[in-house]
């Protein structure tokens, strides 16, 4: 699982949210087909799910008040996390994985210089019993003067690899990275903020006769988009997501279940937003047209995916589209193939508040929806095989000031406290939760 949203400043402290819960309700017969379904609400409060556990591993964080904790993926036996911790030479950045209740491996990826204010911790990686790290560094001046930005992609005894970037005024840090089925290559995608910028990808590999890095441009270099994901495909290559955004018209209205502009906060500039979607092959290129998985007179505001065993791709998507002030957004289901993407399923229709929206999707099939509510308590909604939701959310107190990073096994996950309490004197805490 990824960090959706930009990480906290360096020298912040960083709260992050976690889980949420449902009571039974039995899913839709066919989920996938029924296009217009909207999730079973219930006046009764559905029973939360989830107990904290034991503390899990303790990792050297440093300053808890300055504490990032970024993405987590689930392993065979356990979880790897990256983060950004102060330590007292100052910041570092470093990846960690997680056997049961040990650390197997912490290694610190990059310190000091190199490290790029406000962006995202590390991203690890994993395959064949190797622990890989990507993340945001600082890049030596070009010969005009002009200064760059790399996605570095670093392994454990071996030279770095990395892409380098022109380093823009409003350059976002958001970026992905992703291996392949296979696990011999590595896409990387990150939003350039250039004039002919857009989402930009790369293929990096250990060990391999590949060509020198050379960013290739996968969105259509003229709509505004940015927050790039990636998942691998079953047949080889990636699925390459972002969001898009284009400015509502003045006098644009509602019709159906569309949001007049007036239920917008003032002070947000008013804008559509939806997800694209395109296939890319295992060099990188696209395969197909760009797709949109969500309707371009939506509010998408935050989307994560994940694909399954069998080939699908499922997207979840934020949407802050309102019928009603106050109402809070709903979270849209899309399930892409290679040949046909499904209708939107409504599966949380009301309640969602502002934040990242997680997936979190274990390595045996499991899966949850993570997002916080608009009072910002965190929310679980657990998953069927075909992800389609199994009851309803329910607010989960017990991990409030959390974040939910991954699966770890049946009905296991873990979670992240990086604000201390004297409750909770450690980072990470085993979670339970019933399906």
Known sequence: MRLREPAIALGMAATLFACKGCKPVPPPADHAADAGSTMPTSDAAPAARCTLGEAGATLDVGDRRALVVGEAIPTSDGFAVGLVRTAKGGPEALVARVSGRQVAEQWVVARGAELVADAPPPQPLVAGGSLYAAYVASGAGGGSGTRSRRIVLAKAGAPAL????????????????????????????????????GIQLAILAFGAALPAPVPRLVSDGLTAVDGPRLAPRAGGGWWAAWSARREEPADSGVRGDDVRPSLEIPSEARTFSWVELVALDAAGASVGAIRKLTLPSGHVASFDMAPRPHGELDVFARDETQAREGEGGRILHVVVRDAAIDDAIVVVPDGAGRG????????????????????????????????????????????????????????????????????????????????
């Open 162 to 197: 990395s892409v380098s970037f022109p380093d823009q005024a409003a350059e976002s840090l958001a970026f992905d990275a992703a291996l392949a089925s296979d696990g011999s290559r590595v896409a990387l995608a990150w939003d350039d903020d250039s004039a002919k910028g």
């Open 356 to 435: 990242a929206l997680d997936l979190l999707a274990g390595l045996g099939g499991e899966s949850w929806l993570a997002y916080v509510d608009g009072a910002d308590r965190p929310r679980l909604l657990p998953l069927g095989e075909t992800r389609g939701p199994l009851g309803p959310p329910a607010t989960e107190d017990a991990l409030e000031g959390g974040r939910l990073l991954a699966v770890t096994g049946p009905s296991r996950l873990v979670a992240a406290f990086p604000t201390p309490a004297p409750d909770r004197p450690d980072v990470l805490r085993e979670v339970t939760c019933v399906r």
